[in-house]
């Protein structure tokens, strides 16, 4: 089978991910997989730790003894209007060549690619050199305690031996002014969900209020809101602008970055979001009614901080927020990093180049978060990685979480063909 048509098969079966286990879960896009895996002849385990919440665990077995390399990819996908799109989100139709629907780019669409190339090995009777261990993750969309978290921390044994790994988001080509780039991302950005709350004294509301924890809240937000985050140009953000700089052939303004990102669209697109930490005020919950003062007060806030960064981010946070505010996470992942000057990043770009020699690899660091921390916690370094070659004007951003998601097909196609190309280049197949 193709990469499209597995892609659009996978995009039939609603694997929406609510973020409160109530959804549909991922067991029939498990089953599915794991029947194509058993027709290549993969043997693959569905492993739950909640109803209907599946993770697809296979190992293709390889003739050498080198280090296994991992695969990851999740099943679930945010949801999606039917009534915002100009074709049904779960149809998967293939019109002119593109496929349509939730999760054609995030991430079906890669999935998509390594089981076709799987299958390919098996007809053309390929063996890798090494194991090649492949996991299809539920929970990715909300906080990986059902998928990766799960695997890493409950089936280690799965992933005896591996030392790196590629997944989501890179190896996709940006276009400009006749220049494609194609980032390699060498790592993310760490996520502090924080819960933070402020407590004050209950009172009637027309009484002069001693301690107004609606007021503290507020107050708080704002000068968190208000914070200008300092540039921060870490090893791999760093790298991903001399990387861009050479690409396009003249230096970039160190000195004025914004102004940089916004001179080169898509490209500056790149590195915009990740030149700084940030913090934004997404949730504020006070109150019941409008002539009572509450006891309390609690706002929700999505910081996001680059490799090496974390502790410097939590004290100014705290600093912020001052001492009638507290915290707790709701979620907190540190930021993995990869070697963007070791021979697994190489090969990486040499076998974009390989099957398209205008290509310009650079390193990239993403501004979300993967699976790739959960991994991270055993050891392994993840690669972004899911190769495609892009017309020039597809917004392939616009493409995570949005209206309208699609990819073409010749774009999957070339995926495989790079994925095929890393493992044998690299002595991986």
Known sequence: MNAGVICSDLIRIDTTNE????????????????????????????????????????????????????????LDVVPAAAEDWTLHPFSGEIVDGVVWGRGAVDM??????????????????????????????????ATGEYGSYYLARHHPGLFEGVREAISEDGGYSVVHEGKRVYPVAVGEQGMAWMRLRARGVAQHGSLRATDN??????????????????????????????????????PLDLDDLDAEAER????????????????????????????????SAEAQVDGRFLPGSRDEFLATVDSLLGPKVTREFVCFEDAPEADPGGPTFDALCASLVAEDPAALPVPYVMSGGTDAKAFNELGIVTYGFAPLALPADFDYNAMFHGVDERVPVDALDFGVRVLDRFFRASGRA
Not at 46 to 62: C, D, F, M
Not at 111 to 139: H, I, N, Q
Not at 232 to 249: E, K, N
Not at 264 to 288: C, D, I, Q
């Open 108 to 141: 079906k669409g890669t999935c998509a690619m390594t089981l076709a190339m799987v299958s390919e090995w098996a007809r053309a009777g390929v063996r890798p050199d090494r194991d090649v261990v492949l996991a299809f993750t539920a929970d990715e969309e």
């Open 213 to 250: 924890a609606v007021a503290e809240i507020c107050h708080a937000m704002s000068r968190l809101a208000a914070y200008e985050w300092p540039l921060q140009l870490t090893p791999g953000v760093r790298g991903m602008l001399d990387g861009i700089s050479a690409a396009l052939g003249r």
């Open 264 to 295: 080169l669209g898509k490209v500056g697109e790149l590195f915009k979001h990740v030149l700084r930490n940030s913090a934004n005020v997404t949730m504020l919950n006070a109150g019941y009614k409008v002539n009572v003062i509450p006891g």
């Open 19 to 74: 973020g409160d286990n109530r959804g549909r879960g991922e067991r029939a896009a498990a089953e599915y997989v794991a029947t194509l895996l058993g027709d290549c002849g993969v043997e693959a385990r569905i492993l739950e730790t909640s109803k209907g919440r599946s993770n697809v665990v296979a190992r293709v077995a390889g003739s050498g003894s080198g280090d296994p390399f991992l695969i990851h990819g999740h």
